[in-house]
């Protein structure tokens, strides 16, 4: 009964290919978001997502692209990976709103060769 | 610009002392105001949050925070540490959904 779940947990693979992270959440929440923390801890915003509006993050690649087939849904699409994409990327739902709290899932840690 | 700082990278303290985390924010409204906890390999779970009124707010596992507008600050206390506290902590401000910013985070070590 995990609230926010993402797969792989962990995903090792070559420069240049296409990748997938799938996300799904039982909260019932509206809004889904990507975040990207790098080595250094650092989270950052990549995009936020609800029925109505996909805000995307301007220093995001168009690389990226994230997929939402239903609510309860939000993948991430990455093409042609690059070095720098290795982190861990994290999911999260809450209710529309920026008072709402976030909940999280556990990551999935990208690691480019 | 709207920003957070957490002014310390890595704390260190004993079991059964207090702790005080900092966090300032540079925002053109008083934002609403969260605390995150991450423990290895896992996502953050929410620890406390400050929207309005009473700017002392309790959370879980006895940690609290105090909003002091004066200072644009939200620091999180707690008075006794537990081993089972040592994690990374992260200050969270925004008005808006996809306007969520985090802080770099604090690494908490707690010694025996």
């Known amino acids: 009964d995990t609230a926010v779940s993402q797969t792989p947990k962990y995903l090792v693979t070559q420069m240049g290919n296409d990748k997938s992270i799938k996300c799904e959440q039982n909260l019932g929440h509206d809004t889904m978001y990507w975040y990207k923390q790098d080595s250094k801890k650092f989270l950052k915003i990549m995009f936020s997502y609800n029925n109505k509006e996909l805000i995307i993050n301007e220093t995001v690649p168009n690389r990226f692209s994230p997929k939402s087939p239903d609510k309860a849904h939000l993948n991430l699409h990455i093409n042609s990976l690059e070095l720098g994409d290795s982190a861990v990327y994290f999911c999260?739902?809450?209710?529309?709103?920026?008072?709402?709290?976030?909940?999280f899932g556990d990551g999935t840690r990208l690691s480019i060769l | 610009a709207q920003s957070v700082t957490q002014p310390d990278i890595h704390i260190t303290v004993s079991e059964g002392a207090s702790l005080e985390l900092r966090c300032n924010y540079s925002y053109g409204a008083t934002p609403y105001l969260f605390w995150y906890v991450q423990s290895p390999g896992q996502g953050l779970q929410l620890l406390l949050k400050y929207f309005s009124g009473d700017t002392l707010v309790q959370g879980i596992k006895g940690f609290e925070a105090e909003f002091k507008r004066s200072q644009s600050s939200f620091n999180l206390r707690k008075p006794s540490v537990h081993w089972s506290d040592a994690a990374e902590y992260f200050c969270a401000v925004g008005r808006d959904s996809n306007d969520m910013r985090f802080g770099a985070g604090t690494r908490l070590t707690v010694k025996p």
């Open positions: 999260a739902s809450s209710h529309l709103g920026g008072n709402q709290p976030q909940h």
